[in-house]
């Protein structure tokens, strides 16, 4: 399906575009309520080529909430999003992210490497719209390159301290 600004198709795509950069502020924060709002009840989320599948709303942000639980500071940030609406209630997206993460000392899975990355991947979604807005029903994590050197960078906020207060 072509996308016709003039059929309100531009709308969903600015949808569907604020659906994929609220992943990465969630993720970059962690705020969980946002990151729960965005997906199915169903969803899978995949991490290739680490081999990570996880299905279900509440496995998928237990599983997001650990690995994020080891960084002392994570950002990723979205570009390029490229939307195909399939039809009124199904879309596939593919976003370039780039990723960096400072580990913090000890944290597992190996407490004696430094764990921090700094990567670029892919994201392959399936997007449907569901309960009245675009939700993510399955995210594939592509990694293209990276380092798992030590950042050595000093880390001025955590990212869990950005976290915004209720208004």
């Known amino acids: 399906m072509t996308a016709d600004v003039n059929n309100g198709d531009f709308a969903a795509i600015v949808a569907i575009e604020q659906l994929i950069y609220r992943y990465s502020d969630a993720v970059?924060?962690?705020?969980?309520?946002?990151?729960?709002?965005?997906?199915?009840?169903?969803?899978?989320?995949?991490?290739?080529?680490?081999?990570?599948?996880?299905?279900?709303?509440e496995n998928v942000c237990e599983t997001?909430?650990?690995?994020?639980?080891?960084?002392?500071?994570?950002?990723?940030?979205?570009?390029?999003p490229v939307i195909t609406l399939l039809d009124d209630e199904h879309a596939t997206?593919?976003?370039?992210?780039?990723?960096?993460?400072?580990?913090?000392?000890?944290?597992?899975?190996n407490p004696s490497a430094s764990g921090d990355i700094d990567l670029?991947?892919?994201?392959?979604?399936?997007?449907?719209?569901?309960?009245?807005?675009?939700?993510?029903?399955?995210?594939?994590?592509?990694?293209?390159?990276?380092?798992?050197e030590p950042l050595g960078r000093e880390t001025f906020t955590p990212h869990r301290s950005l976290l915004k207060s209720p208004a």
């Open 28 to 57: 970059t924060r962690w705020d969980r309520v946002q990151f729960e709002a965005l997906w199915t009840p169903d969803i899978a989320w995949e991490v290739v080529p680490q081999g990570i599948r996880v299905e279900g709303l």
């Open 120 to 148: 670029y991947g892919v994201y392959e979604d399936k997007i449907v719209w569901f309960e009245q807005r675009w939700r993510f029903s399955h995210r594939r994590f592509v990694s293209i390159f990276g380092s798992r």
């Open 93 to 109: 997206a593919s976003t370039i992210v780039h990723e960096m993460g400072k580990r913090k000392l000890g944290a597992e899975p």
């Open 64 to 80: 997001v909430a650990q690995l994020l639980e080891t960084y002392e500071s994570f950002v990723q940030v979205a570009t390029n």
